[in-house]
């Protein structure tokens, strides 16, 4: 069974800072990874999702990597904003028949003024 | 610009009693999702659905029924709420193209249930 890990579950940087929320997978037969954002008392909101052949994927200020022989993805995020402020969350979704994503329970993420 | 809306957004139940949580979306999508959000973890697939008249049980679909009479619509329903169901439910949307799971899910905001 696929479990995805995300560590630290709470982070918090001054504003300007450069910084990295991980993700790991226990099963690397995946077929897409998904990083997606939630404001407290919303929905998710899908901010970049690479295929298994891809190495990475760019989107403004965000920039999500995937190394599926290893388990891991990272999503950086450049020049931390307090509007960054939310929780962070990855999902992988497996190959074969398998049709539902699996996600990781998130890292909260404060970037203070 | 509506995209996902759920309805409602907040109930509280007594334990034993029946509701339908619905799910609508306007993006003409043809895939469709229920989710529960529970504190410490990630989202749990409960069903799922690729296309009008058909579902499909995802990874905790037990004490919850679904239907999806038309397109745009997608229901989640508890026919004797127990408080194990006390969660934050999201449904989100999805296009077919490219198979599922391919292209983004798009969420609505979510429906707060509480079981007593």
Same mark, same amino acid.
């Given at each position: ?6 560590? *630290? ?30 404001? *407290?008392?919303?929905?998710? @909101? ?35 904003? *307090? ?18 994503? @699996? ?11 | ?8 957004? %907040? ?95 798009? %969420? ?9």
């Amino acid at each position: 069974k696929q479990e995805v890990t995300q560590i *630290p579950a709470a982070l918090s940087v001054p504003e300007g800072e450069n910084l990295v929320l991980n993700c790991s997978f226990t099963d690397s037969a995946i077929y897409n990874l998904q990083w997606f954002r939630q404001d *407290p008392g919303k929905g998710l @909101t899908s901010l970049l999702l690479i295929q298994s052949s891809q190495r990475e994927q760019t989107s403004g200020r965000l920039n999500a990597s995937l190394d599926k022989s290893s388990g891991r993805s990272t999503l950086y995020i450049a020049a931390s904003q *307090p509007g960054d402020s939310a929780t962070y969350l990855c999902a992988v979704r497996g190959s074969g028949s398998a049709r539902q994503l @699996t996600f990781g329970s998130g890292t909260q993420l404060t970037v203070l003024p | 610009n509506a995209g996902v809306t759920q309805t409602p957004k %907040f109930r509280v139940l007594k334990t034993g009693q029946s509701m339908t949580l619905l799910c609508a979306q306007d993006m003409n999508h043809e895939y469709m999702y229920w989710y529960r959000q529970d504190p410490g973890m990630g989202l749990r697939l409960i069903h799922y659905s690729v296309g009008e008249g058909t579902t499909a049980k995802g990874e905790v679909p037990d004490g919850y029924n679904v239907s999806r009479l038309k397109k745009q619509n997608f229901l989640l329903g508890l026919e004797s709420a127990a408080p194990s169901q006390t969660s934050v439910y999201f449904c989100a949307s999805s296009p077919g193209t490219g198979g599922i799971g391919n292209q983004p899910q798009h %969420f609505g905001d979510g429906t707060r249930l509480s079981i007593l």
